[in-house]
């Protein structure tokens, strides 16, 4: 089964570069949520999207931007990047949830390990 | 206030022994789900079993089953026969909120060690 493809799946920036990091959801997923795990910490919620309109921003830095196109793929833009930015970012889908939290799973992609020297 | 708990930061088991993976929770919202992901040193994220508020049997996935005891907010995890694949970080997370809320939120994870 199509799993959510997140690209690329290492990157090397320098500080104060720009980054960005693609991802593609599950076929008919409509729904994208992007986490940041830094070394040795649990993800943190970055943002999320539905049907194309950003729903819901949790601890993302004003320098970071997302969007999610109209064939659901949805990209991570980091800007000013800074060697705390360094982490594996995630993405996951999942279908939006029309009957409360309870019901669908959210499935992640195997992540993008951004390092910033 | 710490919504998802995680008390053991590693935990030891013996290959084909089984193990409980303990996690409690925080929510006023009458419906949310509860999940369990296995996170190998490679990095991907693997989902492993879900359980939802009002599901009424605690649910299972072949050698995975969740002990779901609602009144004391606890949704451990259990691994039956296990393996030394097993071997990794286990977060417990809950979903909760609807629609432009939804998000899941992760507990700090069980190192799981599995030895011969």
């Known amino acids: 089964a199509a799993g959510v493809i997140q690209s690329p799946r290492h990157l090397i920036k320098e500080k104060r570069e720009t980054a960005t990091l693609k991802c593609y959801p599950i076929?008919?997923?409509?729904?994208v949520y992007w986490y940041q795990q830094g070394p040795g910490q649990d993800p943190q919620f970055l943002i999320s999207?539905?049907?194309?309109?950003?729903?819901d921003k949790g601890s993302i830095p004003d320098r970071f931007s997302a969007q999610q196109f109209s064939d659901y793929h949805s990209e991570l833009n980091m800007s000013s990047l800074e060697l705390g930015d360094s982490a594996l970012y995630f993405c996951?889908?999942?279908?939006?949830?029309?009957?409360?939290?309870?019901?669908?799973?959210?499935?992640f992609g195997e992540g993008s390990w951004l390092t910033v020297v | 206030a710490q919504k998802i708990t995680q008390t053991q930061p590693g935990m030891f088991v013996q290959e084909k022994e089984a193990v409980t993976l303990d996690c409690t929770y925080d929510t006023s919202d009458p419906s949310y789900g509860l999940f369990w992901y296995k996170q190998p040193s490679s990095g991907e994220m693997i989902f492993l079993i879900y359980q939802g508020s009002y599901d009424q049997q605690n649910a299972t996935e072949g050698r995975y089953s969740l002990n779901f005891q609602k009144a004391r907010k606890s949704a451990n995890l259990v691994i039956s026969a296990s393996q030394l694949g097993d071997s990794a970080m286990y977060f417990c997370?809950?979903?909760?909120?609807?629609?432009?809320?939804?998000?899941?939120?992760f507990g700090t994870g069980t190192r799981l060690q599995v030895f011969p």
């Open positions: 076929p008919r997923h409509d729904t």
């Open positions: 996951a889908s999942s279908l939006y949830p029309e009957t409360g939290a309870s019901g669908n799973t959210i499935y």
């Open positions: 997370a809950m979903r909760e909120g609807t629609g432009n809320t939804d998000k899941l939120i």
């Open positions: 999207f539905y049907e194309k309109m950003q729903s």
